[in-house]
C-alpha cells in the first residue's frame, strides 16, 4: 500500500467530492478514481458510498482514515528526522502534554534549550495521558509529559520533573467554596461535578467521595471547555493546579484539597527506542537541567 494512495485518499475522504479532491491534489478526476478503486481492491473493502454529488466514508472507509491519518503523520515525521535531525541538531522534537505545572516548567527548558540549539524546533501536542501514551507507542512523539501515580510507566524510561502538582477543585465567583482556603471531598458530595473521564470511576479511591454521594455533570479530557461552563455556575470541576493558573481568579478560582493530595510529573519516552539526534539531546539538556 503505497503512502501516495493514503495522502489520495485522505483528501478525498475530507472533501467527500471527487472532483474538488482531484483539483486540490492537481491530478485528472478519472485518474484519482482509478487510484481509489485501485486502493479498494487492494485491500478488498469498499470504502465510499458513491451518490450523485458526494462520497460518503463506509465503516471499513472510517476504519483506514483513522489507520491513514497515524501512517501518513508518522511517515512524515520519519522523513522530517532524516532530513534535518540526522547530520545536526536542527530537527523537531515532537512532546506530548496536557494541563499541568510541569508543562510550564517544561516550556521554560524549551527556551533555554532554543538558545544553545536555535535550529531545532518543537511540535508540542496537547492532550489527555491516555492519548500522549498511545501517540508515544506509535512513534508519533519523541517524549511525553505524565502525571503520577495515575498512569503505568514501565514501558518507559523517564525523568522526574521537579515541580509538583496538587487535586483541587475550580469553582465560580459566587459559589459556596469560592472564598474558602481549601475544600474537603465531604463538602463536593451531592454537589454537580466536572472530572476528568479517566478518573470518573475513581472518586472514592482518590478523592474519597463515595459513589453514590457523586453527581457526576461532566466528563471531560482537558479542562478549557469544562471551565467555561463552570464559570456560569454549572457545577465545580475536580482538576489539577497546574492546569488553572491561566484563568481570571475574579471569575474563577482552584482550591486546593485538604488533606493534600499531592501529584509528580515525569518526562517519559518508550524504551529501546532510537530518538533522533535533536530529541536525544533535548532529552540529555532535560536531564541535565534537572540535577542543576
Known sequence: MENRLLKYFLVVAREENITKAAEILHVSQPALSRQIMQLEEELGARLFIRGKRSLTLTEEGRFLRGRAQEIVALTEKTERDFRDGIVSYDGTVSVGMGETSASRWLGGIVAEFSKLYPDVKFDLFSGTADIVK?????????????????????KYDLLRIPVKDRWGVLVAAGDPLFGKEYV?????????LFVPARLADRLEEIFGIPAA???I???HNLLYNAASMVKYGAG??????????????RELSWKPFYPELPLSSV?????????SPSAAKFLEFVDHSIRL
Open 236 to 249: 465545580a470541576a475536580i482538576t489539577v493546579s497546574g492546569a488553572t493558573e491561566l484563568y481570571d481568579s
Open 213 to 215: 454521594d457523586a453527581d
Open 217 to 219: 455533570f461532566v466528563t
Open 267 to 275: 518526562l517519559v519516552w518508550k524504551k529501546y527506542n532510537v530518538a
Open 134 to 154: 498511545e501517540r508515544i507507542e506509535k512513534g508519533l512523539l519523541d517524549a511525553g509529559l505524565l502525571i503520577e501515580p495515575t498512569v503505568d510507566l514501565s
Open 184 to 192: 474537603t471531598s465531604r463538602e463536593l458530595e451531592g454537589r454537580r
